[in-house]
């Protein structure tokens, strides 16, 4: 079992930034992917992006290029910069991992707890 750890979130007003993070500690075998997902109350989980260990990266339409994911490897962390936030960005951000899947899937193994994202004046 990977433990997954976020943190970055907080309330941020529109068109603001946000960086976020996501640690497996202890776990010293590279992840293969690391993903971000979201899930805004009363909808469904959605996908945001994901990267593997060669750093190839792919996004979905969920922010648009308004999201940039990027990793450190050999920390296995993973990071999603979210720039001009939108209220409708307001939603819990998860990490997932995965030490063998990565594209043609968004079914991981490993997720964290979440962090809170609230996007508001």
């Known amino acids: 079992q990977v433990q997954l750890v976020e943190s970055g979130g907080g309330q941020v007003q529109p068109g603001g930034s946000l960086r976020l993070s996501c640690v497996a500690p202890g776990h010293t075998d590279s992840l293969y992917c690391m993903a971000w997902f979201r899930q805004a109350p009363g909808q469904e989980r959605e996908a945001v992006a994901r990267?593997?260990?060669?750093?190839?990266?792919s996004y979905t339409q969920a922010m648009g290029d308004r999201g940039t994911i990027s990793r450190d490897g050999a920390k296995n962390t993973v990071y999603l910069q979210m720039n001009s936030l939108k209220p409708e960005d307001t939603a819990m951000y998860y990490c997932?991992?995965?030490?063998?899947?990565?594209?043609?899937?968004?079914?991981?193994?490993?997720w964290g707890q979440g962090t809170q994202v609230t996007v508001s004046s």
């Open positions: 997932a991992a995965d030490r063998v899947l990565c594209f043609g899937t968004w079914e991981y193994a490993f």
């Open positions: 990267i593997n260990s060669d750093g190839a990266a």
